[in-house]
């Protein structure tokens, strides 16, 4: 890369934070709940990124971390404690379920392990449903209080985006430095080749568990936002559904790309929401677009701006090789 | 030039404004659960509600105002709902209707109160009415009316001692399962069997010989529709003879003909069904079945009395004023003969619930009989 090109990237990752800061402050406060649920489902699933995108483990489990997250955070804070204490236990929870649903991983691949995973998530929603001393079952948890953070109160929804926004911007920071720490290359060279990277003295057993872990300790993350957010949380929203749907977002916008679960949450989220003028289509509608969408790029929508990328990288490169060729064939 | 633009801007303004006072169309919301596991439940609400609307705008509007409606889909999802009742609020709307899942509900709710929006919703759970919220009303019987009456029949009609319930795990189920249960207690009549079934269940033969092998007096079925047959099928198959009681949704036309023959003898309270012996009601069926093209169930006519409910507290209060409206609506009585389209004559209470008659009904021979008519208490 170019020192002009990687000014032009800065520039353009401050402008974007730029404008998520600014630009929603005249939002109403529907505007500011849709954005916000979108931050909330990209840290959902970048942690589904990793688990699948870096590390390549199918898994249909995402939604029911966010919904292990989302009740630790409702019965918590309706006790009365605070919601970093919430985040705390949801993290630890889901870090060790993942890490325990990560071992048959260690022995079945693909869709497989997608089953194992689905037969989790299905067990989740019972438990949220039939456990109800626990859960207030099919009731549901209501008047979920909005934290405080650091003195702020974040009742209003302005304030509560701008809570959920810097919690992506910390997940985010997280996350880039680790896909680019020894652990992030090995979870890649665990996709790309366990057998290989097995014979590099990397320890698949304990990368696979790892990538499970920290995914699902992200969906947890995720929940402990999601249940403010709406301040009501019951079991339907958790069940199989929004496992799927992360898992499309991931897909959609671009598996094992930093910036891809940024665009699936973002067309998960908000492509339905532009669609809803044409009333009783939009969901139809966006099906299609979803499924053209992967017709035409199977990567994502990053997939295409990479096969791009590639193509103009090829084409100079080409380029040169022709250049330095004539220029032998035209040396005395 | 400028102050050319800005006394055009003035005009339309003021034009605007005058239009607005004049005639505007009054702005309403909807949001349902149109498509979902709630689909049936949000297309039948909806569908009442555009019948409704397009016969009051036929024929004038209210007070020379046509009504005008939006309708969003909540997926059934609370989270979304929440999300399109922000928007609908947003739009400042003259009421907010739905939705209809009780969970949709509960989140929804307090934003509407908050806004000061009146909101006309269709579920059915206990606990909706009973947070203090001034601006949430009813459109049918909550299950803490519905229930009692089911019960005292139980009790009185059928003597039994013991009972099974059978119900669906869902918000509807539970809260009817959970309200009945206390009302049983009251009686001193034993609950043998306290069987939770799914959503969408198609067999219920496990279900079946529990109820068998724990023989009750009669049995409390609270499924929707389709499981209802389904398991009116069932219990016949396995001649299970004692008495079976429900609700609105056993005894309704879809299940009689689902289920045959084993409907029969099946017998419920109902708070509204299109099958009730009221000239109105009859005429509010043949208007939807020409239009739609199908049978409603309970929830279309429940979207079709909120737009009614909305005409006629309009029409008490003299002029469109939505701060006013959920004062006006508290412990008003809307008469079915001064206004048709309320159907049968309703009171709406303090908390938002309404007193209106009920009907107790039995399948015979493939047809609803209404065995008794419940007055309405007040």
């Known amino acids: 890369m170019t020192a002009a ?3 032009w990237r800065i520039a353009l990752g401050v402008a974007v934070i730029a404008a998520l800061i600014i630009v929603p402050m005249n939002f109403n406060r529907y ?14 699933a970048m942690g589904l990124n990793l688990t699948l995108g870096y590390a390549g483990q199918v898994s249909l489990a995402q939604g029911a971390f966010v919904g292990i997250g989302a009740y630790a955070a409702a019965i918590m804070t309706t006790q009365g404690m605070p919601l970093i204490v919430a985040l705390g236990v949801a993290i630890v929870l889901c870090f060790a379920i993942g890490w325990i649903l990560g071992y048959p991983a260690l022995r079945v691949q693909h869709h497989y392990l997608a089953f194992v995973t689905l037969a989790f998530s299905t067990l989740a929603f019972l438990v949220f449903r039939n456990e109800d001393w626990l859960t207030k079952g099919i009731y549901g948890i209501s008047n979920i209080p909005r934290p405080n953070v650091l003195g702020f109160a974040t009742n209003r929804p302005l304030p509560f985006y701008y809570f959920c926004l810097g919690s992506l911007g910390i997940v985010s920071l997280a996350m880039w430095w680790l896909i680019r720490s020894p652990w992030g290359r090995a979870f890649v060279a665990l996709r790309e080749n366990p057998v290989r990277a097995l014979s590099l003295g990397i320890d698949t057993r304990r990368y696979t568990l790892m990538a499970f872990a920290i995914g699902s300790a992200l969906g947890g993350v995720a929940g402990t936002l999601y249940a403010p957010l709406t301040q009501y949380i019951d079991p339907v929203p958790f069940n199989l559904s929004l496992s799927l749907d992360l898992l499309m977002m991931v897909i959609v916008g671009g598996s094992g790309f930093f910036f891809g679960p940024f665009l699936g949450a973002m067309i998960a989220v908000l492509l339905p929401e532009w669609l809803r003028f044409t009333q009783g289509y939009y969901l139809m509608l966006y099906a299609v677009a979803v499924m053209l969408l992967l017709i035409y790029s199977p990567t994502g929508i990053l997939g295409i701006l990479d096969r791009y990328l590639t193509e103009r990288r090829t084409k100079a490169a080409s380029a040169l090789r022709a250049v330095a060729k004539s220029r032998l064939e035209t040396a005395p | 030039m400028r102050s050319g633009i800005f006394a055009g801007l003035l005009l339309v303004t003021v034009s605007a404004a005058t239009a607005f006072a004049q005639g505007a169309p009054i702005k309403l919301a909807d949001v349902a659960e149109l498509s979902g596991g709630g689909a049936t439940v949000g297309n039948n609400w909806k569908n009442g509600i555009d019948l409704a609307i397009e016969e009051i705008n036929a024929k004038g509007g209210v007070l020379g105002r046509k009504l005008e409606v939006t309708h969003a889909d909540s997926q059934s999802n609370p989270g979304v709902a929440r999300a399109q009742v922000q928007k609908a609020l947003d739009n400042e709307p003259y009421v907010l209707l739905g939705p209809g899942y009780s969970g949709s509900v509960k989140v929804t709710s307090p934003l ?8 006309i919703m269709g579920g059915e759970a206990a606990e909706l009415t009973q947070g203090g919220n ?13 229930m009692p009456k089911v019960a005292k029949y139980i009790n009185d009609e059928l003597k039994a001692k013991s009972a099974a319930i059978v119900w669906v795990n869902n918000d509807f189920g539970k809260g009817g399962r959970d309200v009945i249960t206390k009302e049983f207690a009251k009686y001193n009549i ?3 069997a306290d069987l939770s079934t799914e959503a969408g269940q198609a067999d219920f033969a496990a279900d079946v010989s529990k109820i068998k092998a724990a023989a009750p007096d009669a049995v409390f079925v609270y499924l929707n529709e389709e499981e209802s047959a389904r398991i009116l099928k069932e219990l016949k198959r396995q001649a299970v003879a004692v008495p079976l009681v429900g609700e609105t949704t056993l005894v309704g036309q879809k299940v009689v003909e689902l289920a045959g023959d084993a409907a029969n003898g099946a017998r419920g309270h109902v708070g509204l069904t299109t099958d009730a012996p009221v000239d109105l009601v009859k005429a509010f069926r043949e208007k939807f079945v020409k239009k739609y093209n199908y049978v409603p169930d309970h929830n279309g006519l429940k979207g079709y009395l909120a737009i009614y409910m909305v005409k006629a507290t309009t029409e008490k209060m003299g002029k469109v004023d939505p701060k006013k409206f959920a004062d006006t609506l508290h412990g008003l009585t809307i008469k079915a003969a001064s206004e ?13 619930d309404i007193d209106r008659q009920g009907f107790l009904v039995e399948i015979v021979e493939g047809k609803q009989v209404v065995k008794q008519v419940l007055p309405k208490l007040n």
């Open chain 2, 340 to 352: 048709p389209g309320i159907l049968m004559d309703v009171t709406f209470d303090e908390k938002g």
């Open chain 2, 112 to 119: 509407a109160a908050e806004a000061g929006i009146t909101q």
């Open chain 1, 31 to 44: 505007g500011l709940y849709i954005l916000s649920q979108w931050t909330v489902m990209t840290i959902a």
């Open chain 1, 5 to 7: 090109g990687k000014y």
């Open chain 2, 190 to 192: 034993k609950v043998a």
């Open chain 2, 134 to 146: 001034k601006f949430l009303f009813r459109t049918s019987f909550g299950q803490q009316s519905s």
